[in-house]
């Protein structure tokens, strides 16, 4: 008689002895996941057909952990892959990768169409609420999803360009996106590499600014200038100011980049003499709450440039994110003399309640609104209003992006102060702003 081996409880490892043990949900690698890629490829090598990979993750997976636990996030996990696994077509091959991410396989694509059915499908059969010990649930998911387009694709590369799919999704809040929806020029760039090209540059004092002037309406005269951040990397070539913006917030050097923009501006107004105006630079929300550049604009002594030639431009979005510590903030600004411009006004959700009660001087009114001027009565209706009621709080008003001079007209009429945009001037390099001023050539009402 064979004598069965027996367990004692003292035989099991801690996590087995444990009550909540085992849920039975087993992740796979990704080395493993790559090999079924790679023979789905090599499956459809002699044929038309493309593979399909999409990865589906849980969004806010911690806050299920944190909140309900580990038992109960990896119930979670199971019913949702057994849900994936029954709904979808048995030909696809669903595998956690995670507790929050799976991988789908599409082994036999023939259009591009169907990976966008497969994705609303994944939505839909996810979509309905789990029930998890007695407590209901919906789960979002972000998916990113990448295809075989090209025919010499490898597994690893094929799984890079869904593995950046997702994470464009996650960087524009965007509910899923497949590789060849990426904008050309952002693959060209790898985030990283140019997160440490930027931090160089930063460091060597490369960025630079461009100016572009504001015009009163009624007589012409330049009453500033906006300042615009400018980059080449001798790596990548030159890098849009949204990308370079968007590298600095992630990359955490938005405070340095901020720094080296207020100092741009100081040097040129000191630079520029008897010809120097008013700057106004544009602030992320991101270094709204940093005390250290509050007390570096605060040193009036090293500025060389009076605080009252100083506008900070916030946008409507940034104000509203933190309402009660811009209000704070704001307020400080403003009593060391810093004049405050609400930026791409009517884009953001900004209410009447802070509109009151903000410490501000100016509002600028998106330019969204006034290059619409003159195809649409309402845009004008738009503008007219938000200048009335800018007027009635004390506000000076700019309408920016004005390309012509109808438009120009029109903002006139609709009662702007200000305008700003291409029929007056491009954003100009600190040189040429000096010439242009001396050729005084710009339009005149
Ligand atoms: O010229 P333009 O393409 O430069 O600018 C694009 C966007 O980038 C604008 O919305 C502008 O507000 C923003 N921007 C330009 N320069 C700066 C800067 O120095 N700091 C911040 N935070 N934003 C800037
Ligand atoms: O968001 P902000 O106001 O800071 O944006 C300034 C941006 O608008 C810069 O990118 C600048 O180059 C751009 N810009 C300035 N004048 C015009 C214009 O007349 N038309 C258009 N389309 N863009 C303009
Ligand atoms: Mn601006």
Redesign the pocket.
């Known amino acids: 008689m064979v004598s069965q081996p027996t367990t004692s409880i003292s035989d099991l490892s801690p996590l087995e002895q444990c009550e909540c043990g085992d849920i039975g949900f087993r992740t796979v690698p990704r080395d493993d996941v790559l090999c079924r890629l790679q023979t789905m490829l090599s499956a459809n090598a002699d044929t038309p057909l493309m593979v399909g990979v999409v990865l589906v993750q849980i969004n806010q997976y911690q806050r299920i952990l944190g909140s309900y636990g580990y038992r109960f996030a990896a119930m979670l996990s199971k019913m949702m892959l057994k849900r994936l696994n029954e709904k979808l077509p048995s030909k696809v091959t669903v595998i956690p990768l995670s507790l929050a991410e799976f991988v789908v396989l599409l082994p036999d694509l023939k259009i591009r169409q169907q990976l966008g059915l497969a994705i609303n499908k994944i939505r839909q059969i996810v979509f309905p609420l789990f029930s998890v010990l007695g407590s209901s649930f919906r789960v979002n998911v972000t998916i990113g999803a990448s295809y075989s387009v090209d025919r010499a694709v490898q597994a690893p590369e094929l799984m890079r360009l869904a593995d950046s799919a997702l994470l464009h999704a996650y960087d524009g809040r965007l509910p899923q996106c497949i590789h060849d929806d990426i904008p050309a020029e952002e693959n060209e760039i790898p985030f990283l590499a140019l997160q440490l090209d930027l931090e160089r540059a930063l460091a060597q004092n490369e960025i630079g600014?461009v100016f572009q002037p504001k015009v009163d309406v009624h007589t012409g005269e330049v009453v500033g200038v906006e300042?615009?951040?400018?980059w080449t990397s001798p790596v990548f070539g030159a890098i849009?100011?949204?990308l370079i913006?968007a590298t600095a917030e992630r990359g955490g050097l938005i405070n340095d980049?901020?720094f080296q923009?207020l100092n741009n501006a100081i040097l040129q107004y000191r630079r520029w003499g008897e010809n120097a105006v008013p700057i106004a630079?544009?602030?992320?929300p991101e270094v709204i709450p940093d005390p250290a550049l509050m007390r570096f604009i605060g040193r009036r002594n090293i500025w060389g440039m009076p605080v009252e030639a100083l506008t900070l431009?916030i946008?409507e979005t940034a104000f509203m994110e933190n309402p009660e510590k811009a209000m704070e903030v704001f307020s400080e600004f403003n009593e060391m003399g810093i004049k405050l411009s609400m930026?791409?006004f009517g884009t953001g959700y900004s209410s009447f309640e802070y509109l009151k009660n903000i410490p501000i001087q100016e509002i600028k009114i998106d330019r969204a609104f006034v290059d619409n001027m003159r195809n649409d009565r309402k845009d004008r209706l738009i503008v007219h209003t938000i200048a009335e009621l800018a007027h009635g709080l004390g506000l000076r008003v700019i309408a920016e992006g004005v390309e012509d001079a109808e438009t120009y007209h029109l903002a006139m009429e609709a009662g702007c102060d200000v305008v700003q945009g291409y029929f007056i001037s491009r954003?100009l390099p600190p040189d040429e702003f000096v010439e242009w001023l001396r050729r005084g050539d710009w339009y005149r009402p």
């Open positions: 600014s300042s615009l951040v400018r849009r100011p949204d913006i980049l901020t923009t630079v544009n602030l992320s431009e946008t930026d791409d954003p």
